[in-house]
């Protein structure tokens, strides 16, 4: 079975930072000083679902890992 080339999880990521980062000028130009919790709040946010895409991407190697793992025993049972 061939891999898809499109990976769910990097489209995810490139496309939250870039709208924090376009929500955090997008508050400045707005709202000017007065921007600064909310950008702060923004920011938070970003970091956030950074941390919680690395950690789906992390428990999917590992169970694609033990899934791997586990075919390679049962062949080598096998044989």
């Known amino acids: ?11 995810l990521a490139i496309a939250s930072q870039a709208l924090g980062f376009i929500l955090i000028i997008t508050l400045e130009t707005l709202m000017g000083d ?9 920011l938070a946010a970003m970091v956030s679902a950074a941390l919680w895409i690395a950690l789906v991407r992390l428990y999917r190697r590992n ?17």
């Open 34 to 42: 007065a921007a600064r919790p909310w950008q702060g709040w923004t």
């Open 1 to 11: 079975m061939a891999r898809s080339t499109f990976d769910t999880l990097r489209a």
């Open 63 to 79: 169970r694609a890992r033990k899934a791997h793992d586990r075919r390679r025993a049962d062949l080598d049972d096998a044989t």
